[in-house]
């Protein structure tokens, strides 16, 4: 067990080492598994390096002046890879700015966020198509849009059954503080929502430790809601799918609500705007290094002989194919018209904006004419 | 030389130093030294009691900033961005606003909320929104902006010293300008936090700015004045109340006046200034008042927001609509 966790007992199915166990009983009485075919283990392998593969491109895209900013997962593609493949296809996902992984794992083209990311626009995609709403940077304001979503899945009597539907919501140690994600706690008690609040503590919010924002290990918050909460090894990529498969079926047999504490390490920078040496020491870095939820899953691989040499380079060679499409894609994203500045402001449109619109296109014009 | 940033951080060291009652408190200003190191080292040199890391928590920060200012203290919050204000609006328009008329004048709240606004910086959403028309919106808050490193260092520390509540807006995109500032100047007699200042002066017209723009609108002077046109250019530095004098007194000798600001035009600041003047001008106009300001749109994506903010062209487009008229 980690010696961080251990104190309040966290589910882990793969430690540090690559040692695993078939099933564990957790705090909350559960007895958390996976039973995946050997394809199913090669498959988060492939999942969680290729999702790192195409963070770091954005990493370097950032540094190389092509994004305007970039949030890291790394460190936190077990957490990530792990709850985003418990969700089913009807499973709706509520991301803060930092699940790349998750939104992967849905099966959606990686390029989705990087147009936020590179300032071409604001994220522009239909929540309802993806089944992923658009990232948000307000901290914790999505916890309340997920319960309110969860609320009209109820209303519309779709829980209940093996393919009801449940509804989950990222956020930060840091984001737990905010209002309104206790009143998103409040609210998914209270109307017993098929929400998973699934809270990724990689143990900063920018230069903030997590002791800054609470007393009490984040998990039991939950106790004062009237809902159950768990610690799960946020870099165990098993554990991780098995306490969140476990909590989506909670919600969508309507069970209501659960809280998901993945511990984990924000392994980066906050965004590419930030510098952790200020607040952090690299001893600290390097002791979760040794946690790294990839080599812990290629090490079980390994030591069960499901994958080998072959498979690994196969991996990183796919994925380094994935990371450059993704760039060539991201430098040939096409930059908007300066009057679609005026595009989209109401649905129904204002003929005040019309007017705005109007003067905009001409000013512009009369550029072009003293121009030419 | 120092830039306006650090001229903010010299500012805010000196209150620490003069009041013991200042505390500073926000989102990453202790360790860190804020996201844009304006509270850099004063942690260090005045303790975690004095410059308090937060819970990430708005409505936190400044709920108990009122309840500190009730015991006594001086607290000047940090707001990280403009757009991350809302979860603190309740706290500043419903309590920080109407405490001292609630309670008969009993209680002050000297708080000191800065919050670094506007664009022009490249961000992504939140990070670049101008929402002072909001607070100035609001009887029983005071509403200021600096626009250089001489005003940033003395209007914080007027700011705190101040017993109304001050939103304290910092123009972020300026904060890597560079001036000349007098550390050692004497508060007392150090132009009023309130007062307008003509800071170019000219005969043919009146531009008013504040904030981000008060460059843009000298830089449109200098253009102008190539083409003959000698343009006043006011920085109204206080957007409630605001120095109606000093406007007045330039309008009526120049007879146009142009406001120009980054926040959408509709119910912003310069619609209120543009209906005062008219009111109380009206008979030196020779032209409408007229803005320059963002449109009515949410603020867009970075890589497109150059056509959204108010830039010298538009600027001087205004100006010759005004003599055109
Ligand atoms: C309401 C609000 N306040 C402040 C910020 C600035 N900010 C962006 S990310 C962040 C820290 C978030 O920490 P956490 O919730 O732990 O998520 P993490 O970034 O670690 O994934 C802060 C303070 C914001 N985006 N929204
Ligand atoms: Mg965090």
Same mark, same amino acid.
């Given at each position: 067990?980690?010696?961080?966790?251990?104190?309040?007992?966290?589910?882990?199915?793969?430690?540090?080492?690559?040692?695993?166990?078939?099933?564990?009983?957790?705090?909350?009485?559960?007895?958390y598994a996976v039973d995946f075919t050997d394809d199913e283990y090669r498959g988060l392998y492939q999942d969680m390096v290729t999702v790192r593969r195409l963070d770091a491109e954005g990493v370097a895209l950032q540094r190389q002046?092509?994004?305007?900013l970039w949030a890291s997962l790394l460190g936190q593609e077990a957490a990530q890879v792990g709850s985003g493949r418990a969700l089913q296809p009807q499973d709706m996902a509520f991301p803060t700015y930092r699940e790349h992984g998750v939104l992967y794992c849905r099966g959606i083209d990686p390029i989705m966020p990087f147009g936020l990311f590179r300032g071409v626009d604001q994220g522009g995609w239909d929540p309802n198509e993806f089944k992923f709403n658009q990232y948000t940077i307000v901290?914790?304001? #999505?916890?309340?849009?997920?319960?309110?979503?969860?609320?009209?899945?109820?209303?519309?009597?779709?829980?209940?059954?093996?393919?009801?539907?449940?509804?989950?919501?990222?956020?930060?140690?840091?984001?737990?503080? #905010?209002?309104?994600?206790?009143?998103?706690?409040?609210?998914?008690?209270?109307?017993n929502a098929p929400v998973v609040f699934f809270c990724q503590n990689n143990q900063y919010a920018i230069s903030a430790a997590a002791e800054r924002q609470t007393r009490v290990p984040l998990f039991r918050r939950a106790g004062g809601y009237g809902f159950p909460g768990i610690r799960v090894d946020g870099n165990d990529v098993l554990a991780s799918y098995a306490v969140t498969r476990a909590a989506l079926d909670h919600a969508r047999h309507g069970q209501g609500p659960k809280l998901i504490e993945a511990y984990t390490y924000r392994m980066g920078a906050h965004t590419s705007s930030d510098d952790p040496t200020r607040y952090r020491m690299a001893g600290e870095v390097e002791a979760w290094k040794a946690k790294d939820p990839i080599s812990r899953l290629k090490a079980f691989l390994v030591k069960q002989r499901i994958a080998g040499d072959d498979f690994f380079a196969q991996v990183e060679d796919d994925a380094r194919k994935a990371a450059?499409?993704?760039?060539?894609?991201?430098?040939?994203?096409?930059?908007? #018209?300066?009057?679609?500045?005026?595009?989209?402001?109401?649905?129904?449109?204002?003929?005040?904006?019309?007017? #705005?619109?109007r003067w905009f296109t001409g000013y512009h014009a009369s550029f072009d004419s003293t121009d030419g | 030389m120092i830039t306006l940033g650090k001229a903010l951080n010299h500012g805010l060291r000196r209150a620490l130093e003069d009041d013991p009652k200042v505390v500073i408190m926000g989102e990453d200003v202790g360790k860190l030294g804020g996201v844009f190191r304006i509270t850099d080292g004063l942690q260090k040199d005045f303790?975690?009691? *004095?410059?308090? /890391?937060?819970?990430?928590a708005e409505a936190g920060i400044v709920g108990t900033a009122v309840g500190l200012a009730i015991r006594g203290f001086r607290p000047v919050c940090e707001i990280q961005f403009d757009g991350f204000v809302f979860p603190a609006y309740n706290q500043i328009v419903a309590q920080v606003a109407k405490m001292h008329y609630r309670s008969k004048g009993k209680l002050r709240l000297p708080i000191t909320i800065r919050i670094p606004y506007g664009g022009g910086i490249g961000a992504v959403e939140h990070h670049s929104e101008s929402p002072e028309a909001y607070f100035a919106h609001t009887p029983g808050?005071?509403?200021?902006?600096?626009?250089?490193?001489?005003?940033?260092?003395?209007?914080?520390?007027?700011?705190?010293?101040? /017993?109304?509540?001050?939103?304290?807006?910092?123009?972020?995109?300026?904060?890597?300008?560079?001036?000349?500032?007098?550390? /050692?100047?004497?508060?007392?007699?150090?132009?009023?936090?309130?007062?307008? *200042?003509?800071? *170019?002066?000219?005969?043919?017209?009146?531009?008013?700015?504040?904030?981000?723009?008060?460059?843009?609108?000298?830089?449109?002077?200098?253009?102008?004045?190539?083409?003959?046109?000698?343009?006043?250019?006011?920085?109204?530095?206080?957007?409630?109340p605001i120095d109606y004098p000093v406007i007045f007194e330039s309008v009526r000798r120049t007879g146009r006046a142009v406001v120009v600001h980054e926040a959408p035009g509709n119910v912003g600041l310069g619609a209120e200034i543009a209906a005062r003047i008219t009111e109380e001008c009206f008979y030196s106009l020779e032209a409408p008042v007229l803005r320059v300001t963002g449109y009515d749109i949410p603020y867009p994506a970075a890589r497109i927001e150059e056509e959204y903010l108010p830039d010298l062209d538009r600027v001087l487009d205004a100006v010759d609509r005004s003599f055109g008229w």
């Amino acid at each position: 067990m980690d010696q961080h966790g251990a104190a309040d007992g966290f589910v882990q199915l793969l430690n540090p080492e690559g040692d695993h166990v078939d099933s564990v009983t957790g705090p909350d009485g559960v007895t958390y598994a996976v039973d995946f075919t050997d394809d199913e283990y090669r498959g988060l392998y492939q999942d969680m390096v290729t999702v790192r593969r195409l963070d770091a491109e954005g990493v370097a895209l950032q540094r190389q002046g092509e994004l305007g900013l970039w949030a890291s997962l790394l460190g936190q593609e077990a957490a990530q890879v792990g709850s985003g493949r418990a969700l089913q296809p009807q499973d709706m996902a509520f991301p803060t700015y930092r699940e790349h992984g998750v939104l992967y794992c849905r099966g959606i083209d990686p390029i989705m966020p990087f147009g936020l990311f590179r300032g071409v626009d604001q994220g522009g995609w239909d929540p309802n198509e993806f089944k992923f709403n658009q990232y948000t940077i307000v901290i914790g304001s #999505q916890t309340l849009h997920a319960t309110g979503y969860a609320m009209g899945v109820t209303m519309e009597g779709r829980t209940g059954s093996d393919d009801g539907e449940a509804v989950i919501a990222y956020f930060g140690d840091g984001a737990s503080s #905010q209002g309104e994600v206790n009143e998103a706690f409040v609210w998914s008690g209270v109307f017993n929502a098929p929400v998973v609040f699934f809270c990724q503590n990689n143990q900063y919010a920018i230069s903030a430790a997590a002791e800054r924002q609470t007393r009490v290990p984040l998990f039991r918050r939950a106790g004062g809601y009237g809902f159950p909460g768990i610690r799960v090894d946020g870099n165990d990529v098993l554990a991780s799918y098995a306490v969140t498969r476990a909590a989506l079926d909670h919600a969508r047999h309507g069970q209501g609500p659960k809280l998901i504490e993945a511990y984990t390490y924000r392994m980066g920078a906050h965004t590419s705007s930030d510098d952790p040496t200020r607040y952090r020491m690299a001893g600290e870095v390097e002791a979760w290094k040794a946690k790294d939820p990839i080599s812990r899953l290629k090490a079980f691989l390994v030591k069960q002989r499901i994958a080998g040499d072959d498979f690994f380079a196969q991996v990183e060679d796919d994925a380094r194919k994935a990371a450059l499409d993704l760039r060539e894609r991201v430098l040939a994203m096409p930059d908007r #018209q300066p009057v679609e500045l005026f595009d989209h402001v109401y649905p129904t449109g204002s003929p005040e904006l019309d007017a #705005q619109r109007r003067w905009f296109t001409g000013y512009h014009a009369s550029f072009d004419s003293t121009d030419g | 030389m120092i830039t306006l940033g650090k001229a903010l951080n010299h500012g805010l060291r000196r209150a620490l130093e003069d009041d013991p009652k200042v505390v500073i408190m926000g989102e990453d200003v202790g360790k860190l030294g804020g996201v844009f190191r304006i509270t850099d080292g004063l942690q260090k040199d005045f303790g975690e009691n *004095r410059v308090i /890391d937060t819970p990430l928590a708005e409505a936190g920060i400044v709920g108990t900033a009122v309840g500190l200012a009730i015991r006594g203290f001086r607290p000047v919050c940090e707001i990280q961005f403009d757009g991350f204000v809302f979860p603190a609006y309740n706290q500043i328009v419903a309590q920080v606003a109407k405490m001292h008329y609630r309670s008969k004048g009993k209680l002050r709240l000297p708080i000191t909320i800065r919050i670094p606004y506007g664009g022009g910086i490249g961000a992504v959403e939140h990070h670049s929104e101008s929402p002072e028309a909001y607070f100035a919106h609001t009887p029983g808050l005071k509403v200021v902006t600096c626009s250089n490193p001489v005003d940033a260092y003395t209007m914080i520390q007027q700011a705190i010293a101040s /017993d109304d509540p001050v939103i304290f807006f910092e123009p972020k995109r300026r904060y890597w300008e560079k001036g000349e500032v007098d550390l /050692d100047a004497p508060l007392s007699g150090a132009f009023p936090l309130h007062s307008a *200042r003509v800071v *170019r002066p000219g005969g043919d017209a009146t531009l008013l700015a504040y904030g981000p723009m008060v460059r843009v609108a000298l830089d449109a002077a200098s253009a102008a004045a190539e083409d003959g046109r000698e343009l006043e250019v006011i920085d109204v530095r206080s957007l409630s109340p605001i120095d109606y004098p000093v406007i007045f007194e330039s309008v009526r000798r120049t007879g146009r006046a142009v406001v120009v600001h980054e926040a959408p035009g509709n119910v912003g600041l310069g619609a209120e200034i543009a209906a005062r003047i008219t009111e109380e001008c009206f008979y030196s106009l020779e032209a409408p008042v007229l803005r320059v300001t963002g449109y009515d749109i949410p603020y867009p994506a970075a890589r497109i927001e150059e056509e959204y903010l108010p830039d010298l062209d538009r600027v001087l487009d205004a100006v010759d609509r005004s003599f055109g008229w």
